[in-house]
């Protein structure tokens, strides 16, 4: 898989024309955008240094954070053009250590590793954050109490792995918890708040929160769910549903409508829970989890839930499989890893664990067996691909646009969960634009729907960003309604669904179709994963398997043979320096 863009022409804005040397060669061979040279330069006129080898590293490392990563590996970094005439990585090394840039502390170099320094600044934080909080002693547990309260729990459905994990996390100020879809996490995290409670004597304050708004709603639906089951086991259980909101990480910590990177909570302004959760924790970039941590009270226990093999977040960093291969050799590990899997799904299931093993002829054997559960249909040219979409595509349009103009908002939002059309890009023949006109377009042939405006009925939304003032939020979902002749838009919140006039909501896509790492922390029974072709820089083994566990019921990929081998053979590579620091303590 490339690394690289393909230069279009003397005017492209990508290539820096007053550039020269290494710089332009790197340039021109399209390792390095305009922006990457600018800030290089700029960085090197400010502190004074001229060597092209270092200003060529630094350009690197402003790539590498565009591209997701906290630093610049410089043993790894050839890999991506090994065409081009690198720096000798002995003498390349000698002068990044003796650039007044380091002097300065502008860039920093530690574990063989290049950052800018922000970047340096927030991954030490977060490593000394999480090592005080390892550090201090174990929270006070009534053991006979727990004890009790671990056997009334113990008669639900609940695994002894689970139970373990359980155990453990009330015994820890910190705890990783991590599995693949259906492996029980949630269930686990609701015993556990109950637990915590029954240990608290019912006074316990808890927090629910995920990096989006949709999985914020998800988690607390779910937790809800399962705290009824565990009354019926447990009937003087301390009661939790009604204290219990979701909440996104944006809300949690206190946006700042004058500083997008800064919260009212932090070191001097701490949270006042005494339990924070946090769901899809494989979606939480650097700067986010740096910012929870400073804000969270000492005392306080953190629950970071998720799957390391998703996809890691859209911002730099990527903490939670950082978190997990860190700890992964240490006696005072924090994580708890869930295996067993409860869910009847059989063949996804075992498509999801071919994936998680990255073996290629088993994921298409899986693929092609037959199965009422997973299906592939091997398609190559956009005819082949449109003829293969329609008929779903179009069924689940007319659905939610049946139950919008009947004026039934509720019932509109679960038809809109019943089908998801899953792309890797957002632009060009395999991406979510081109697909959402399509479908209007089907379904604009029906004589009965009439699709005309923005705001038609039956329009399905996906909300892009938080929008405080209207209380809706990144992630969640939503559908224009026909109320009293009128169109109206309504939302799925935490604990309602929210209408607005459709003019209000100014962040919002169609979203006949999505991309990939839009649906993380959402599930629908149904869902067709689109592929792009093999060369696709964004096709990896991460995004393939985050698309399929999206699906509760039914799978269908989409795609070549060669765009399997090409995703399950291709991983994630973010370069960070967290796994080595926690691994070394």
């Not at 067709?528 to 398997?545: A, K, Q």
Request: charged letters at 25%; hydrophobic letters at 45%; one cysteine or more.
């Amino acid at each position: 898989m490339t690394e690289l863009w393909e230069p279009t022409g003397e005017q492209d804005w990508r290539i820096a024309t007053g550039a020269v040397g290494l710089l332009a060669a790197f340039n021109e061979a399209g390792v390095l955008t305009a922006s990457d040279l600018h800030v290089a330069t700029r960085i090197g006129a400010l502190g004074g240094e001229e060597d092209e080898r270092v200003l060529l590293a630094v350009a690197l490392a402003v790539r590498a954070v565009r591209r997701g990563s906290v630093c610049l590996d410089l043993a790894t970094v050839p890999e991506t053009a090994p065409d081009l005439a690198w720096p000798a990585p002995a003498e390349w090394t000698t002068a990044i250590e003796a650039s007044p840039l380091l002097a300065a502390g502008v860039v920093r170099w530690e574990l063989g590793l290049l950052y800018l320094d922000r970047y340096h600044r927030l991954e030490t934080q977060v490593h000394d954050d999480l090592a005080l909080r390892l550090a201090q002693a174990p929270p006070p547990v009534d053991e006979a109490r727990l004890d009790a309260a671990l056997a009334k729990v113990r008669a639900g459905h609940f695994s002894d792995e689970q139970e373990a994990a359980v155990a453990a996390a009330v015994r820890r100020r910190t705890t990783i918890l991590t599995g693949g879809p259906g492996t029980g996490k949630t269930t686990t995290v609701a015993r556990l708040l109950a637990l915590l409670a029954d240990q608290a004597g019912g006074g316990l304050a808890i927090a629910l929160a995920a990096p989006t708004g949709k999985a914020a709603t998800r988690l607390q639906e779910a937790v809800a769910t399962e705290l009824a089951d565990v009354a019926r086991t447990w009937p003087e259980a301390p009661d939790l549903v009604g204290r219990l909101e979701g909440l996104t990480l944006h809300r949690l910590l206190g946006w700042r409508p004058d500083n997008a990177t800064r919260f009212r909570h932090d070191r001097g302004n701490r949270l006042k829970y005494d339990v924070v959760v946090v769901d899809e924790s494989s979606m939480v970039e650097l700067t986010m989890m740096g910012r929870l941590l400073e804000a969270l009270r000492p005392d306080c226990r953190l629950v970071l839930v998720g799957d390391p093999r998703q996809l890691t977040s859209v911002g730099a960093g990527a903490v939670l499989s950082d978190l997990v291969a860190g700890y992964e050799a240490r006696a005072d590990s924090p994580v708890s890893a869930l295996t067993e899997n409860f869910r009847s799904e059989e063949d996804i299931k075992a498509l999801a664990a071919a994936l998680r093993e990255g073996d290629a002829d088993e994921v298409l054997r899986v693929l092609r067996a037959p199965s009422e559960q997973v299906s592939f249909v091997e398609a190559d040219d956009e005819a082949a691909i449109e003829a293969a979409l329609r008929p779903d595509s179009v069924a689940a349009g007319r659905a939610v646009w049946a139950a919008a103009t009947q004026e039934d908002p509720a019932r509109a939002l679960a038809e809109l969960d019943r089908y998801r059309l899953l792309c890797a890009h957002r632009e060009g023949p395999y991406g979510v634009r081109r697909w959402n006109h399509l479908v209007e377009r089907w379904l604009a042939e029906d004589p009965e729907i009439e699709i005309w405006g923005e705001w038609y009925v039956g329009r399905p939304l996906l909300v892009t960003s938080n929008d405080y003032a209207l209380d809706v939020y990144n992630g969640e979902t939503g559908v224009v309604v026909r109320q009293d002749g009128r169109s109206r838009a309504f939302v799925a919140g935490s604990e309602r669904l929210k209408q607005f006039a459709p003019g209000r909501l100014d962040a919002v896509e169609t979203m006949h179709a999505m991309t990939i790492h839009k649906s993380q922390g959402s599930q629908a029974d149904r869902v067709t994963v689109l592929l792009p072709d093999e060369g696709s820089r964004l096709l990896t083994r991460e995004l393939f398997y985050t698309a399929v566990t999206r699906a509760r019921t039914h799978v269908r990929v989409v795609g070549t043979e060669a765009a399997v081998r090409a995703a399950v053979e291709t991983r994630a590579q973010r370069a960070t320096g967290l796994r080595l620091r926690l691994a070394g303590d």
